[in-house]
């Protein structure tokens, strides 16, 4: 992934996320939930800016993080948040002991939130079903 090595994550990558949203919610006739869950990834994205704001995320996880809420729904958001936190810890701990890719400032490691988000996704819409 891009973002563990750059920390860069594409907009035509959220765009491609976005819109199979959008093909998936048409095809299976789910309208109504789409709203909502197009009413949640916004939400999101407004929590996520401000803290890119603050200098917490960068603005690729801003818009990754409301793609992957955009698809996992209200629904699903404390299984997906108690993964993203499981999986951001173990990556921050594997990093501070080299194994994954980090930024190093002064005596912080800066983590690329990307794979967390990615791996969070994946396993909440895995044990959802």
Avoid: Q
């Avoid at 891009?2 to 035509?12: L, V």
């Avoid at 194994?99 to 800066?110: G, I, S, T």
């Amino acid at each position: 992934m891009e973002d563990a090595r750059r920390f860069r994550i594409r907009n035509s990558a959220i765009l491609v996320l976005v819109g199979l949203f959008g093909l998936a919610a048409g095809l299976s006739g789910t309208g109504h939930d789409a709203f909502w869950h197009g009413v949640f990834a916004t939400l999101v994205l407004v929590l996520m800016f401000g803290a890119f704001s603050l200098g917490l995320v960068g603005a690729g996880d801003a818009k990754l993080m409301a793609a992957a809420c955009l698809w996992i729904g209200p629904e699903n958001a404390l299984l997906f948040a108690i993964a993203l936190l499981c999986l951001t810890g173990l990556y921050g701990i594997g990093a501070t002991f080299g194994f994954f890719p980090a930024r190093r400032d002064d005596h912080r490691v800066k983590i690329p939130f990307g794979p967390s988000i990615a791996l969070a996704w994946i396993m909440t819409i895995v044990l959802s079903r």
